[in-house]
């Protein structure tokens, strides 16, 4: 089962900053919408940002928490999209994944690939 990576969770004070990879290595990440999720204990997996693929690159907010503090973007040349976290809050501490689908949908169940997840964690 193809799977994407993710990296760069760790422990950071409130107000901190992190970025996060998803990387690919069985197919190109361009091609695909890619959307970074989030999840807590007990609660449904939320969408945070996605990236539309085929080169449209048109980013969907799915939280509008993260509006003005998260960004979403590619590198091609290394086949990884970040999610960068600035004024990151206790409230974002969470396990972050990333999967592919056809487009950026509102639905996790469009999305294949899932990562096993990198943990954020955000307190002082």
């Known amino acids: 089962q193809v799977q994407l990576v993710e990296s760069g969770g760790g422990l950071v004070q409130p107000g901190g900053s992190l970025r996060l990879s998803c990387a690919g290595s069985e197919f190109a990440l361009d091609s695909y919408a890619i959307g970074w999720f989030r999840q807590t204990p007990g609660k449904e997996r939320e969408g945070v940002l996605c990236?539309?693929?085929?080169?449209?690159?048109?980013?969907?907010y799915y939280a509008d928490s993260v509006k003005g503090r998260f960004t979403i973007s590619r590198d091609n040349a290394k086949n990884t999209v970040y999610l960068q976290m600035n004024s990151l809050k206790p409230e974002d501490t969470a396990v972050y994944y990333c999967?592919?689908?056809?487009?950026?949908?509102?639905?996790?169940?469009?999305?294949?690939?899932w990562g096993q997840g990198t943990q954020v964690t955000v307190s002082s």
């Open positions: 999967a592919q689908a056809v487009e950026c949908t509102l639905y996790p169940a469009d999305f294949r690939s």
């Open positions: 990236i539309s693929g085929s080169g449209s690159n048109g980013i969907r």
